[in-house]
């Protein structure tokens, strides 16, 4: 939250952590075909629900504690850790508990629900090291996207919004980034930066779970 580089370490911490942990026995249960016995018996809908909930609160959980980690050791190995306003960021507010609190509750929900999009596309792919790589693969692939969306979308709000990092931080936000570390790219706009990844991750999410299901009803 303080600068890119702490930023940085939370966010490779958890797309390495979120599928090699949180999600690795839910993709291991579809990729040996034991999803279908679990289905069977309970119903698709029950183990989406039940897995989702698991997921999300395990994610939370976890991001709670690789930053309090991170922060312990920063505090114990490398120097005294301050709190103090010059030293924090204003990224949602002036005052530095609220700051710090809207950062760590953002950060965790936006954790929980990208692990649950990645449960959404668990049926998509079938090598295990593509599934605890894909988060690096999408953050690449959609750094490219918004290189080449991003003249088409600014075009568009420029004719609404003068604001040029505004408007960089929307067309930035396809990237995970954006639900993990909110504001790490700018932090001025941290808030609207968690926002638009939400919105776009939500379509995201429900498009990979219908056509999943859709796909599961056609071929089994």
């Not at 291991?28 to 698709?44: A, D, L, M, P």
């Not at 629900?49 to 190995?77: E, K, P, Q, W």
């Not at 609207?192 to 599961?216: D, H, P, Q």
């Amino acid at each position: 939250m303080i600068s890119i580089n702490r930023n940085i370490i939370f966010f490779v911490a958890n797309i390495l952590l979120i599928p090699s942990l949180v999600l690795i026995d839910y993709y291991h249960y579809y990729s040996n075909k034991f999803y279908y016995y679990i289905v069977e018996r309970v119903g698709i809908k029950e183990y989406n629900t039940r897995a989702l909930r698991n997921i999300f609160i395990t994610s939370i959980l976890s991001n709670l504690f690789i930053n309090f980690c991170l922060l312990l050791s920063v505090g114990i190995m490398w120097s005294n850790i301050s709190f103090a306003p010059q030293h924090i960021f204003e990224m949602f507010s002036q005052n530095t508990f609220i700051n710090i609190t809207l950062y760590l509750l953002l950060s965790s929900v936006g954790v929980g629900f990208y692990a649950m999009f990645l449960f959404s596309i668990i049926s998509f792919i079938k090598n295990k090291y593509v599934f605890r790589g894909f988060t690096a693969i999408l953050t690449f692939a959609t750094i490219v996207f918004s290189t080449f969306l991003s003249p088409v979308i600014s075009a568009i709000l420029q004719l609404f919004i003068t604001d040029k990092i505004f408007i960089k931080t929307i067309t930035l936000s396809f990237l995970p980034c954006g639900l993990i570390t909110p504001g790490m790219i700018y932090e001025n706009y941290g808030f609207l930066n968690f926002l638009c990844s939400f919105v776009i991750y939500t379509i995201g999410f429900i498009f990979c779970m219908k056509l999943a299901e859709l796909l599961r009803r056609k071929y089994g």
